[in-house]
């Protein structure tokens, strides 16, 4: 069974900082993995979608990266803003399903 | 650009009584999915549809329907709300078979007094 980690489960920044989120999982098999951003009271928003052939995605100030022999992945955020603050959630997509972690509570203060 | 829409965002039941959450998507995905989230939890599959005319269990399916009525719509049905089932229930949507990009809804805030 496919299991997700994402830590730290909370982390506060100040304005401008570069940041690293980390999400683990325990079985390679995967299909793709996809990081979302979840606003409170909200649902979730898609951010970046790395296939299992690929290393790294990129969008904006965004860089997700994957490497399936280690189980691990990366969300970077640069020059970080505090409309940056949400929970950040990373989903494992075997066959038809996926798997998701319990998520990071980012919290960047002006 | 609607995406995927759900319905109602919010409902209080009590125990016993039955309803049922409609989820519509307007983006002609094939994979549709119903997770619920919980504190502490996280997001968990009830069910899911790979595709029209077929239903699969999920994680957590006890106490739940769920209906691919066609390719748009995806309903999940409480028949007799439990106290257990309070929770944030989310629909979303996939394209590309198993691999696309994966879409959610609002989401669905249910207490069962």
């Known amino acids: 069974k496919q299991e997700v980690t994402q830590i730290p489960a909370a982390l506060s920044v100040p304005e401008g900082e570069n940041l690293v989120l980390n999400c683990s999982f325990t079985?390679?098999?995967?299909?793709?993995l996809q990081w979302f951003r979840q606003d409170p009271g909200k649902g979730l928003t898609s951010l970046l979608l790395i296939q299992s052939s690929q290393r790294e995605q990129t969008s904006g100030r965004l860089n997700a990266s994957l490497d399936k022999s280690s189980g691990r992945s990366t969300l970077y955020i640069a020059a970080s803003q505090p409309g940056d603050s949400a929970t950040y959630l990373c989903?494992?997509?075997?066959?038809?399903?996926?798997?998701f972690g319990k998520g990071t509570l980012l919290t960047v203060n002006p | 650009n609607a995406g995927v829409t759900q319905t109602p965002k919010f409902q209080v039941l009590k125990t016993g009584q039955s309803m049922t959450l409609q989820c519509a998507q307007d983006?002609?995905?094939?994979?549709m999915y119903w997770y619920r989230q919980d504190p502490g939890m996280g997001l968990r599959l009830i069910y899911y549809s790979a595709s029209e005319g077929t239903t699969d269990k999920g994680e957590v399916p006890n106490g739940y329907n769920v209906s691919r009525l066609n390719k748009r719509e995806f309903s999940l049905r409480l028949e007799s709300a439990a106290p257990s089932q309070t929770s944030v229930y989310f629909c979303?949507?996939?394209?590309?078979?198993?691999?696309?990009?994966?879409?959610f809804g609002e989401g669905s805030r249910l207490t069962v007094l």
């Open positions: 079985d390679s098999a995967i299909y793709n």
């Open positions: 983006m002609n995905h094939n994979s």
């Open positions: 989903a494992l997509g075997s066959n038809y399903k996926l798997t």
């Open positions: 979303a949507s996939r394209g590309q078979g198993n691999t696309g990009e994966l879409f």
